[in-house]
Every structure is written in C-alpha cells, then in structure tokens.
Nanobody
Framework: QVQLVESGGGLVQPGGSLRLSCAASGSIFSINPMGWYRQAPGKQRELVARVYSSGGVNYADSVKGRFTISRDNAKNTVYLQMNSLKAEDTAVYYC??????????WGQGTQVTVSS
C-alpha cells in the first residue's frame, strides 16, 4: 500500500515562504486529485489545496493567491509552495487523496509554524 511522507515544514516569520513535499512510496497516478490538508491545534483537519493529474488546481479561500500546489507523477511527489505566510497558517500539514475512496494511510505530517 502507498505510504506518504511529508517534509519541508519549519519555523518561519510572517511573510515568509516554505515549500512542502509529499513523497509517496508508490504510484500516485490513480489518486486523482491529490490534496494538501492542514490541522491546527484544537481544529479539524481541512483541505487547503487539490491538484488533478491534468494540472487543474483548486484552493481554499484562505490560501488562494498565496499557495501553489503541484504534482510530479513521475516522481510520485506532490508539492505545496507557500508564500506570504501568516500566523493562522500554523498547523501540521498532510497530503492524501481528496475522495475517501482514494485515501491511503495518513503520514506523520510536517509542522509549519509562522511566528515572529
């Protein structure tokens, strides 16, 4: 079964940037779309961006214009470029399929902390 490993998180100042990566142990070609999620303390996990194999993308209003999602099916990797980061972006970030039928076991996530 495909396993997901998220990386690239860290501590960044407001206005800064980070690039997250989600590496899959197997093919993600059939997981369409793939999504990036985040979960802040005390809150439910939310989907912030999705990317289709065709390249089509969709974003939550809270990140639109600041985040860019992409995927490289050849490398079985999904990326999330995050710019103009805000304190409210602080959360653990995960990747997975968007539809329940496409879910694979959740990875450990990567912590993003935006603070001065």
């Amino acid at each position: 079964q495909v396993q997901l490993v998220e990386s690239g998180g860290g501590l960044v100042q407001p206005g800064g940037s980070l690039r997250l990566s989600c590496a899959a142990s197997g093919s993600i070609f059939s997981i369409n779309p793939m999504g990036w999620y985040r979960q802040a303390p005390g809150k439910q996990r939310e989907l912030v961006a999705r990317v289709y194999s065709s390249g089509g993308v969709n974003y939550a209003d809270s990140v639109k214009g600041r985040f860019t999602i992409s995927r490289d099916n050849a490398k079985n990797t999904v990326y999330l470029q995050m710019n103009s980061l805000k304190a409210e972006d602080t959360a653990v970030y995960y990747c997975n399929g968007v539809f329940p039928a496409h879910y694979v076991p959740w990875g450990q996530g990567t912590q993003v902390t935006v603070s001065s």
